[in-house]
């Protein structure tokens, strides 16, 4: 089915954040659009904001005069629902409360025609719920913008098991010619982004809640080593502890308390204390006036060395360390392969490096019957990252981990050296992140190329999690997997079916 045309009237109920920058990307896409709010004046109020938003924009050269003109002038206030009558799509996006929404929606189905599509932007309401008791469920779908809307690219089409595929298939081409990246998916708790990001938020939790590191130390890694915009502490200390949970809450609770979603208990406590982040002044960290933002712990670096004097003696195939060895290599460090080292290790001074499989340092180093061995964490890019967690195994002496952290500081990367645990923080949270995507993908809530469009639309990843697991290789990043669920013994680890069947065939989730 093909999108809707430019003359198609869209109506926005709930001029919020959210309806207000709905209306204002269906304007710009050239339809006349229709605002409707309850609270009186508050769709005005909104359409006088945009006016200056767009103003705005004038000066910074992203519109020109006669663009915002003609944008202001396709969007109107509906005084009532009734005005709505001649619209082709109305889209709601008012609190999120099922009876509330449902009442909603009888009124329409009463008011407008019975070729008009109803799209809600419910970020956590069954799509299936939303559409019973409707004399025409199969109109009814998910169009779920993410905020800022005019902004973010994302926009989750979501059918409920009524939903006929025509009208999922119409708002997903409308949603492109609006300039957004949409993609399909099913009814189900979270849909995709608020069920797949769980465990960017739940594994740092818990790694703080087990001292494995600090919140700006974790943060600092989870950005400086693994390319996310921001860390989880400072992400929920934006977003608001009070939503965060309670989505959290939400997912536990539709999934009948299945723990992989289980909320966090050092979370909890932040909301009981009204401590909810910046809207508050306080959250994981202080925003009162004067405060400073603690900084990441960092090894010290007692002494410098020249990198002609570093020896460094790789095995034949160094896999995703690759990239760390190619950086020492251009930084003039002295790279020697050599074929008595194991596959995956690299000999720094008196350490033996390799990237974390999942087990802790002095787990693996009883297991090989090793000394002196350093865990590395992942890395999105080793050759432009900024900061790296390493641990070590009991046997391993701070000299020797000091000739780790002096060859890395050389190249300009802080090493943070945090407690022995399984998978350390940037593996571990992209190994959860893929795990989850994988199940999504199992169950059918989604396509492993829209749950990775998703994520990097929708929350900003730097990379998504299938494709993430596809360049660390399927096997690895299920072993790593295999390695958590033994150390804590919790479901919330055991790897997804998927992500065990195409380990076992050597495919990847791209090649499916």
């Known amino acids: 089915m093909s999108a809707l045309k430019q003359n198609t009237v869209v109506g926005v109920i709930g001029a919020g954040a959210m309806g207000a920058g709905i209306a204002q990307v269906a304007a710009q896409a050239g339809h006349q659009v229709k605002l409707y709010d309850n609270r009186e004046g508050v769709a005005q109020t909104a359409i006088d904001s945009m006016a200056r938003q767009l103003a705005k924009l004038v000066e910074r050269k992203k519109f020109t005069a006669g663009q915002v003109q003609q944008i202001l002038a396709r969007l109107e206030v509906a005084n009532s629902l009734n005005d709505l009558a001649d619209a082709g799509l109305v889209v709601e996006a008012i609190v ?25 932007n419910t970020s956590s309401i069954s799509i299936t719920r939303l559409a019973s008791g409707m004399k025409h469920p199969e109109r009814m779908v998910g169009m779920h913008f993410f905020n800022p809307a005019p902004i973010m690219k994302l926009v989750e089409v979501v059918s409920g098991l009524a939903t006929d595929s025509d009208v999922a298939a119409c708002v997903y081409e409308t949603a492109l010619n609006w300039g957004k990246k949409p993609v399909y998916a099913t009814s189900t708790p979270g849909f995709i982004v608020n069920r797949v990001a769980r465990p960017f938020y739940a594994e740092s939790f818990r790694l703080r809640q ?44 539709a999934y009948y308390g299945d723990f992989r979603f289980q909320p966090s208990l050092i979370q909890k406590d932040l909301v009981d204390a009204g401590f909810l982040g910046r809207k508050t002044g306080q959250g994981f960290y202080s925003y009162q006036e004067g405060a400073e933002k603690p900084e990441a712990q960092v090894v010290f670096v007692s002494s410098s060395m020249h990198a002609g004097t570093i020896q460094c003696e790789v095995s034949e195939n160094v896999g995703h360390l690759a990239g760390l060895v190619e950086r020492l290599s251009q930084a003039g460090v002295q790279v020697t392969q050599v074929s008595g080292l194991a596959k995956g290790y690299i000999r ?37 990252a900024t900061n790296i967690a390493l641990s070590r195994s009991a046997s391993t002496s701070e000299e020797t981990l000091n000739d780790v952290v002096q060859c890395l500081d ?11 645990s399984p998978a350390l923080v940037v593996m571990r949270t992209v190994a959860m992140l893929a795990n989850e995507s994988a199940d999504a993908v199992l169950q059918g809530v989604a396509t492993a190329e829209g749950v990775d469009t998703a994520m990097c639309f929708g929350v900003n990843y730097p990379k998504g999690p299938l494709a993430w697991a596809d360049s660390i290789g399927i096997a690895y990043v299920e072993r790593v997997l295999r390695h958590l669920h033994q150390s804590y013994g919790e479901d919330r680890y055991r790897p997804s079916l998927l992500m065990r069947r195409t380990a076992m065939l050597g495919e990847s989730f791209h090649d499916q």
């Open 410 to 420: 050389l190249v300009g990367i802080k090493v943070s050296e945090v407690m022995d």
């Open 348 to 384: 720094i001074g008196r350490a033996l490096l390799a990237l974390t499989d999942g087990r802790m340092a002095c787990e693996r180093a009883k297991d090989e019957q090793l000394s002196d061995l350093v865990l590395v964490d992942l890395a999105l890019h080793y050759q432009s």
């Open 210 to 253: 087990e001292q494995v590191a600090d919140c700006a130390t974790l943060d600092a890694l989870l950005k400086g080593a693994g390319g996310f915009r921001m860390g989880a502490f400072e992400l929920t200390d934006m977003i608001g502890h009070d939503v965060n949970y309670a989505v959290t809450c939400s997912v536990f609770d």
């Open 96 to 120: 999120e409360k099922i009876d509330v929404k449902k009442a909603i929606f009888d009124t329409l189905e009463s008011v407008c025609s019975a070729d008009c599509i109803l799209a809600s």
